[in-house]
């Protein structure tokens, strides 16, 4: 079993819905939950960090954390074709960090 | 500040053939990694280097070695190419959990 599944998809939503993301997660000992987006070509750019389970919003985006279930969420309101990219959850203890498979979702104009 | 940069941008080698790829951080960060990404595999991590002077083995190490020159630069080399090694290769530096990613090396394997 991976340390961090994601799921690829596809994912396909009409422009201004929002946008679903999810990671669910197996080692208890990561401390930290971030979301990382990738255009294409591009290196990942970090979008959305959090350290503690709840919630916290930047924007038009939402990160959700909750250590129990261990399970990540990003969502994106109001979505855009350019958020058309791919989204990398990612979860780190101490030096490392594993990431998710990644998932891109298609906003339709 | 150029941030993490990588070379070369593009790379095809023969199978059996050896190559080093670069990477240099201008950010002062103390660690440093060494990613493959392949489709549906997401970033796995080949090396990394918390510090200058150390390197440890990641999740996919073989055929491959790292050198931590100094604080700034981390390579990675390939001794013998193998067509299993084509991929996109990311190299990033650390700071408080962020990771900086540099703009990749797309290597081929023939």
């Known amino acids: 079993q991976k340390e961090v599944e994601q799921d690829p998809g596809p994912l396909s939503v009409p422009e201004g819905a929002i946008v679903s993301l999810n990671c669910t997660y197996s080692?208890?000992?990561?401390?930290?939950f971030m979301w990382y987006r990738q255009y294409s070509r591009k290196g990942p750019e970090l979008l959305m960090y959090?350290?503690?389970?709840g919630n916290k919003e930047d924007g038009r985006f939402t990160a959700q954390v909750d250590k129990s279930s261990k399970y990540i969420s990003l969502f994106i309101r109001d979505s855009q074709p350019s958020d058309s990219a791919t989204y990398l959850c990612?979860?780190?203890?101490?030096?490392?960090?594993?990431f998710g498979a990644g998932t891109r979702p298609f906003v339709k104009a | 500040n150029a941030g993490v940069t990588q070379t070369p941008k593009f790379q095809v080698l023969k199978t059996g053939q050896s190559m080093t790829l670069q990477c240099a951080q201008d950010?002062?960060?103390?660690?440093m990694y060494w990613y493959r990404q392949d489709p549906g595999m997401g970033l796995r991590l080949i090396y990394y280097?918390?510090?200058?002077?150390?390197?440890d083995k990641g999740e996919v190490p073989n055929g491959y070695n790292v050198s931590r020159l100094n604080k700034r630069e981390f390579s990675l080399r390939l001794e013998s190419a193998a067509p299993s090694q084509t991929s996109v290769y990311f190299c990033?530096?650390?700071?408080?959990?962020?990771?900086?990613f540099g703009p990749g090396t797309r290597l081929t394997v023939l």
């Open positions: 959090t350290y503690s389970s």
């Open positions: 990612a979860m780190s203890v101490g030096f490392k960090t594993i």
């Open positions: 990033a530096s650390n700071l408080y959990n962020e990771q900086f």
């Open positions: 280097s918390a510090s200058e002077g150390t390197t």
């Open positions: 080692n208890s000992a990561f401390q930290y």
């Open positions: 950010m002062n960060h103390n660690s």
